[in-house]
């Protein structure tokens, strides 16, 4: 089956500094990437839409300056957050699209832990 | 390998009926979580259910129940008394000790009236 993966899988910063993820699917083309957010046992918020060639459509309560989000190619999207905070310590997982011959098929990544300090 | 299969890529059910959708998961972990989410056509993943692998009852939250068979690695999730507002993408996801999500590919529910 198709593979999305993300990097890094987990990562420490100090506060005020900036943290890149990526995502890519590894053996398909994606037109649209979502990021989420989860908490602890509970749902996955929906962070952003991101589509390749295009700005992402950022979810209502999400600071688009601060989660900036990059789809440069139909295999790899990237979340930057800038200028983290402890508040920001979440987990992140990134999915990936695919539509084809009428099947929409979305496929997630294994999600990057962040923790600010 | 895959670790989250989900065989059923579309179901339908007739509103008020109960359903049960199926995932079988692969781990050698003796610690995981097992977690239901369910996908709006908005995009979100709502948390509907979760079962600890130690957990010795079937998890319920309300309509929802999971059906935790250990022996068989399956955790189907069983909804009852279908409602339109059913009508949605779910899936299926696993976690491991190392905090890695292993997601399934997702049914397709439609509640038909």
């Known amino acids: 089956g198709a593979v999305v993966s993300q990097h890094p899988s987990r990562v420490i910063c100090k506060s005020g500094t900036s943290v890149k993820i990526e995502c890519r699917s590894l053996d398909f083309q994606a037109t649209t990437m979502f990021w989420y957010r989860q908490f602890p046992k509970k749902s996955l918020m929906l962070m952003a839409t991101s589509n390749e060639g295009s700005k992402a459509t950022y979810e209502q309560g999400v600071e688009k300056d601060k989660f900036l989000i990059n789809h440069a190619s139909l295999t790899l999207s990237t979340l930057t957050v800038t200028s983290a905070h402890p508040e920001d310590s979440s987990f992140y997982i990134c999915?990936?699209?695919?539509?084809?011959?009428?099947?929409?098929?979305?496929?997630f990544g294994p999600g990057t832990r962040l923790t600010v300090l | 390998a895959q670790k989250i299969t989900q065989t059923q890529p579309g179901m339908f059910v007739q509103e008020k009926e109960a359903v049960t959708l199926d995932c079988t998961y692969d781990?050698?972990?003796?610690?995981?979580?097992l977690f239901w989410y369910k996908q709006p056509s908005s995009g979100e993943m709502i948390f509907l259910i979760y079962?600890?692998?130690?957990?010795?009852q079937n998890a319920t939250e309300g309509r929802y129940s999971l059906n935790f068979q250990k022996a068989r690695k399956s955790a189907n999730l069983v909804i009852s008394a279908s409602q339109l507002g059913d009508s949605a993408m779910y899936f299926c996801a696993m976690r491991l000790t190392g905090n890695q999500f292993y997601f399934g590919t997702g049914t397709s529910l439609t509640v038909i009236p």
């Open positions: 999915s990936a699209r695919v539509i084809t011959s009428g099947r929409n098929e979305q496929f």
């Open positions: 079962q600890g692998s130690y957990d010795q």
């Open positions: 781990t050698s972990d003796p610690s995981y979580g």
